[in-house]
């Protein structure tokens, strides 16, 4: 049966192998996931189909057997009554309704390994999914630590090749700039009003000094 040997290919896969290989095992896992649950709906349906045909199979074996029972007994009851003849034709009947179910019984047998074949792959199929499943999960939560490594790994690397040390002292170096300028602006603010002050006492005292030069000069006055 082209399922059987399907699902026996799947099942037998080295996975590991396959893992190996892929250059993107997530995809890889993800694909080999897709083919099994193909052929697990595929095997569902085979092995409902098959143990419906195994129960018609069996249900005419019983009835043929059946019928094949009863021709003996009539046969019996013919031969009990001095009739032979009766008793011959229901012997007939008897090895035509044998014949038939010795046939459904052969039919049923065949279907019935058939059917266990197919739940014992099928069983085999659910387990590998399961398997794949935990695979991929396991793949899924490698490649997330691996990536935040990755971008701890560049984090680091900026941080040493910008110099964050470097970076602050030149931060810190301009607000020394600030701070010296705003310094030096106050200090020529204050010595500009000193000076004016300055002046302006000068100018007092020369006005002062003038007008006594004045006074003296000119006494009446």
Do not use: C
């Amino acid at each position: 049966m082209a399922l059987l040997g399907r699902i026996r290919d799947l099942v037998s896969a080295n996975l590991n192998a396959m893992l190996d290989r892929a250059e993107d095992p997530q995809k890889m896992v993800d694909e080999y996931l897709r083919q099994l649950n193909d052929n697990l709906y595929e095997a569902k349906t085979s092995v409902a189909s098959s143990m419906a045909d195994e129960t018609k199979l069996h249900a005419k074996m019983v009835q043929f057997q059946t019928e094949a029972d009863q021709w003996q007994s009539k046969a019996q009851a013919a031969m009990g009554a001095n009739d032979e003849t009766l008793a011959r034709q229901a012997l007939s009947r008897k090895l035509q309704s044998q014949k038939l179910a010795d046939s459904y019984k052969q039919q049923f047998e065949a279907q019935e390994q058939q059917v266990n074949e197919l739940q014992d792959a099928l069983v085999s199929l659910e387990s590998r999914i399961a398997e794949a499943r935990a695979r991929r999960e396991l793949i899924v939560a490698k490649q997330n630590r691996a990536q935040t490594q990755e971008a701890i790994q560049r984090t680091v690397r900026g941080i040493s090749q910008t110099g964050a040390m470097d970076k602050l002292d030149q931060l810190e170096s301009r607000v020394d700039d600030r701070l010296a300028y705003t310094d030096a602006m106050d200090k020529l603010n204050h010595g500009t009003l000193e000076a004016k002050f300055s002046d302006l006492e000068q100018n007092q005292e020369l006005d002062a000094e003038m007008a006594a030069l004045k006074k003296s000069m000119n006494p009446a006055s």
